[in-house]
């Protein structure tokens, strides 16, 4: 992975894990659950940074539509 911090690699983990598991990609909010984060805006951020990096993508605005990418 290109440069991912620890709590990238997290964030990044539990979203393949809840697709995985539930066949959709996770809210904010679940990630916040998953990762044990309790600012949504924190998960935000290190999504902004894993989308900048080329491993995910999402459209803002929409609910449940990040993509693994890399």
């Given amino acids: 992975m290109t440069n991912?911090?620890?709590?990238?690699?997290?964030?990044l983990r539990a979203v393949r894990e809840h697709i995985a598991e539930r066949g959709e990609a996770p809210t904010i909010r679940e990630l916040c659950r998953r990762v044990g984060l309790s600012s949504t805006s924190?998960?935000?951020y290190h999504l902004v940074r894993l989308e900048e990096?080329?491993?995910?993508?999402?459209?803002?605005?929409?609910?449940?539509?990040?993509?693994?990418d890399g």
């Fill in 42 to 44: 924190s998960v935000a």
């Fill in 53 to 68: 990096m080329g491993l995910i993508s999402r459209r803002r605005s929409r609910h449940r539509s990040i993509r693994l």
């Fill in 4 to 11: 991912v911090s620890q709590t990238q690699a997290r964030v």
